[in-house]
């Protein structure tokens, strides 16, 4: 549709669809930063309460979008079952991380999507306590996400849509699925041949 670069507008293959039983997923994003590991760090109790009411005003449903703090994002833990029963409740459907979770059983139980590199056996030290920051933008895995982008996301992966072609998206999608489709058919037939392909690709 040449609204932005082929390169541009996903997540890599890094993020993973923890819960891919719970279908695609489509929200609002809200972001933050949580730092579970920096020792000593002060706790921000004004980040704790915007980002809760983040999720609270946000256009619905919201996504939540964390990016992991500290010296090692390997072994932090953004999330776990007691943060997404809240952010469940205030109307979040589902989180991005490039950070750790936990809980994932207690967490597919409320239809509540985890997308994550992985599970980190770590604790929390309370819910909120590691909020960092709010309502910015976040770079998740190579992907630039501002407070309020449309997300969408399924067991492929995790893309952004931009708001301003969300009109025009059902046709160009059906076009492009039927030209596919169409493609995909005559490589199953017994009329395929090089030449046909060729003629068909534009490479003739």
């Known amino acids: 549709m040449g609204v932005r670069s082929m390169t541009d507008g996903y997540m890599g293959y890094d993020i993973r669809c ?20 920096t020792p000593n760090r002060p706790v921000f109790k004004e980040v704790q309460r915007r980002y809760l009411e983040s999720i609270d005003a946000s256009p619905k449903p919201a996504v939540i979008v964390m990016k992991a703090g500290g010296h090692d994002k390997t072994r932090s833990l953004v999330f776990g079952g007691l943060m997404a029963n809240t952010a469940y409740a205030l109307g979040a459907h589902g989180l991005i991380t490039d950070g750790g979770v936990r809980d994932p059983d207690d967490v597919h139980d409320i239809g509540f999507h985890m997308f994550a590199p992985g599970t980190v056996p770590a604790h929390g030290t309370g819910a909120f306590v590691n909020m960092v920051d709010t309502g910015n933008p976040v770079n998740i895995s190579g992907q630039l996400i501002h407070p309020g982008d449309l997300i969408f996301a399924d067991k492929i992966g995790i893309i952004t849509i931009p708001i301003d072609i969300i009109d025009e998206l059902p046709a160009k999608i059906e076009e492009l699925h039927n030209k596919e489709a169409n493609l995909m058919a005559y490589l199953q037939s017994k009329e395929f041949s090089l030449e046909g392909l060729l003629k068909k690709s534009g490479l003739d």
Request: proline letters at 10%; glycine letters at 10%; aromatic letters at 10%.
């Open 18 to 37: 923890m819960f891919p039983d719970l279908g695609p997923m489509i929200g609002y994003a809200v972001t933050a930063v949580l730092d579970n590991l």
